[in-house]
């Protein structure tokens, strides 16, 4: 019981990721050492208030995220001409500049990861157990949903007649120009997501002042400007998901599985790649 209480008294994480986004790139320390992989299971996060508190912060970053960007993607679309609205670029800032504050506002609580590709790619490098990968999932699967239904709320009219910021292929191009897209633009993403939280880089290049989120947020931007035109882009699988459920027209399940087939392929590249070409961990002596 005191342990418990402790936890809940220090708000510690107690059972934290070994590599929380946003905060190994911060460390202070100069002397990097490789951190242990994290084990399959840790059933001990179960009895951990810091654990929930992690989930309960992707949930209502998750939600954030969806309200603000589909809100974006519903004012552009209500608009005869794109010139009297933010327009694509502004959607793409929309996505980006949400993701930048989210991750900073959340990546010491949980890692800061609101989306189930970018949990996905750091549970393939052990950064974190299959037990919080799942949870974290679940979370921000149910937060996308929440904040794709309150858009809704807002306007179901306008949120079901202008395709409730649902992710398809469009017309001129095919499934498989589609599934390349995600795949390439979960790539960027979570290679950025390594490199921007590599403990190593931090020690390495210490004289260079980096903030983790920042990098992260202008992937998402840069990939949005790139691939809106394509599928909306989604490369991220709870945001898809949020907003099929709630607009729940055809269509939109008809490509729906590119959006999770697509992300998790490119998470597990960007995993692999970072993991055995760029700091060719599986080569290091013990």
Request: hydrophobic letters at 45%; one cysteine or more; proline letters at 5%.
């Amino acid at each position: 019981m005191e342990h418990r209480e402790e936890d809940v008294r220090l708000g510690a994480n107690k059972y934290s990721e070994r590599q929380a986004i946003g905060t190994a790139a911060q460390s202070q320390d100069k002397d990097y050492k490789e951190p242990p992989p994290a084990p399959l299971f840790e059933p001990g996060e179960l009895m951990s208030w810091s654990f929930y508190r992690a989930g309960i912060a992707e949930f209502v970053a998750t939600f954030l995220f969806l309200y603000i960007t589909v809100l974006t993607v519903m004012g552009v679309s209500k608009s005869d001409s794109k010139c009297s609205t933010v327009g694509i670029q502004g959607i793409a800032w929309a996505f980006g500049g949400m993701i930048f504050a989210l991750v900073y506002c959340t990546a010491g609580i949980s890692g800061g990861h609101i989306n189930p590709a970018v949990t996905f790619g750091l549970f393939l490098a052990r950064k974190l157990s299959l037990t919080r990968a799942l949870f974290y999932m679940i979370m921000q699967c149910l937060g996308a949903i929440c904040g794709a239904g309150v858009v809704k709320a807002f306007g179901k009219t306008l949120y079901e007649t202008k395709g409730g910021g649902a992710n398809v292929v469009n017309v001129g191009y095919t499934k498989g120009d589609g599934l390349g897209a995600e795949i390439i633009g979960t790539f960027v993403l979570v290679y950025t997501v390594f490199s921007a939280t590599d403990a190593k880089r931090s020690a390495r290049d210490s004289h260079v002042p980096i903030l983790a989120p920042l990098p992260i947020g202008f992937a998402v931007f840069l990939v949005h400007l790139a691939t809106i035109p394509i599928t909306g882009t989604g490369i991220n699988p709870a945001r898809s998901l949020g907003a099929a459920i709630i607009y729940n027209k055809e269509h939109a399940w008809n490509d729906h599985w590119i959006f999770w087939v697509g992300p998790f392929i490119g998470a597990a590249l960007a995993a692999l790649y970072h993991q055995v070409v760029i700091r060719a961990i599986p080569f290091k002596s013990k």
